[in-house]
């Protein structure tokens, strides 16, 4: 059974205090991995998509790295209005487009 | 605004009673997903269409089913609605052939009382 985790649950940051979201999976067959960011009550808003090990994406303060066993979103000199909640999700059947989602990680960057 | 959107924003209605939820996808896009996320099952896939045909199932109860019209927009229909079915309901669409991404709408709270 494909299975996505995410680690840690929380996090709490102060501003400008970098740190990494990691995201491992256990999946046959990898076709893509995606990051999104979920506001409370909000979608899910898609930031990157990953297609093979070594490869790597940045936005603004955020760089999404991918092995072959995990993902990492590195989150460098956070803001407040970085806080959200990371969502990791993988797709394996490339037919069946449904991506199966981690529980997530709740970021809190305070000033 | 990813450019998805969904009808209604909050729904309360009954136990045994029926809704339907609405999306329209981005401009283009052929494929539309519905999941539902509460607090302690996460997000979780639904089913997904494809062009006006069904593509794909996942955890769907039978009380529940989708379909999606010849403009592309989807809509989601929910019976016999019991408590446990209280979450968000969200639609996600994507180009289909060539890009796996998939852009989510607003949601749908649905509160059964």
């Known amino acids: 059974e494909d299975q996505v985790t995410q680690s840690p649950e929380a996090l709490r940051l102060q501003e400008g205090e970098s740190s990494s979201l990691n995201c491992s999976y256990t999946?046959?067959?990898?076709?893509?991995l995606f990051w999104y960011r979920q506001d409370p009550g909000k979608g899910p808003e898609f930031l990157f998509t990953?297609?093979?090990a070594g490869e790597e994406k940045e936005k603004e303060r955020l760089k999404a790295t991918l092995t072959k066993k995990e993902s990492f979103l590195h989150i460098t000199a956070p803001k407040p209005e970085d806080s959200a909640t990371y969502l990791c999700?993988?797709?394996?059947?490339?037919?069946?487009?449904?991506?199966?989602f981690g529980s997530g990680t709740r970021l809190q960057v305070q000033p | 605004d990813s450019g998805v959107t969904q009808t209604p924003k909050h729904l309360i209605t009954a136990t045994g009673q029926r809704v339907t939820l609405r999306c329209s996808p981005r401009s283009g896009d052929l494929s539309v997903y519905w999941y539902q996320q509460s607090l302690d099952q996460g997000l979780q896939f639904l089913i997904q269409?494809?062009?006006?045909?069904?593509?794909a199932k996942g955890n769907i109860l039978e009380r529940f089913s989708a379909q999606q019209f010849p403009d592309l927009h989807s809509e989601l229909n929910l019976s016999s609605l019991e408590l446990g079915d209280s979450a968000l309901y969200f639609c996600?669409?994507?180009?289909?052939?060539?890009?796996?991404?998939?852009?989510f709408g607003p949601g749908t709270r649905l509160t059964v009382t």
């Open positions: 999700a993988v797709l394996v059947e490339a037919g069946r487009r449904a991506l199966t």
């Open positions: 269409y494809y062009n006006g045909e069904e593509r």
């Open positions: 996600a669409s994507s180009p289909g052939q060539s890009s796996y991404e998939q852009y």
């Open positions: 999946v046959s067959g990898l076709r893509g």
């Open positions: 990953l297609y093979s």
